[in-house]
Every structure is written in C-alpha cells, then in structure tokens.
C-alpha cells in the first residue's frame, strides 16, 4: 500500500506544500526562505523545516501534522521553479 497524496509522497507533505503557498504572505515568505544563498540544500531544507515549526507553534498551521513524515526536500522543490525565476530576475536586475 502506497501513502502518495494527490501527487505527493503523503498527506503531511501535501498539506504542509498546501499550507505555503495558499497564504500570501506564507508563500512569499517561503520563497525567500528556498531563494537564500545556502551552501548545501540539505540546510535550505532545514530552514524550511524550521520555519514550517514556527507556523505550527504560532497556530498558523493549526493541522495535527505529523511533522517526521514532511519531505521537505518535495516541497522545496515545488517551489523551485517559482524560486529560480526570482533569483535569477533579482541577479539582472542587479546587472
């Protein structure tokens, strides 16, 4: 039995994916989380994973996740094309 989710690698992944990007200012703020200068992606995804634990604990996301089962690395890379456009529209700009 598989525990994919609409699309994604379960239900915690998709509702925490769901969760950023259906708020505007959540989704613009995980955009500028997934657009900073890390030295490794594992630490972009940490970041996520902290700033997703922020939410929770301030009742933003006031779903019972089980936070362990969020492949945030998935949900990063969702945003990864949205992310990519903005660092590279932010770099011509700067040209």
């Not at 598989?2 to 950023?20: K, M, P, R």
């Not at 936070?67 to 590279?88: L, M, P, Q």
Request: one cysteine or more.
């Amino acid at each position: 039995m598989t525990d994919e989710y609409q699309g994604f690698s379960n239900w915690e992944t998709w509702a925490v994916s769901l969760h950023l990007s259906n708020d505007q200012p959540i989704y613009l703020e995980t955009i500028e989380i997934l657009s900073g200068e890390f030295e490794y992606n594992h630490k972009r995804y940490e970041a996520l994973e902290e700033f997703v634990f922020d939410l929770l604990d301030r009742k933003i996301i006031d779903e019972k996740i089980s936070i362990h089962r969020v492949d945030f690395e998935e949900v990063a890379k969702g945003f990864s094309e949205t992310s990519d456009k903005i660092i590279k529209a932010c770099d011509e700009s700067h040209s």
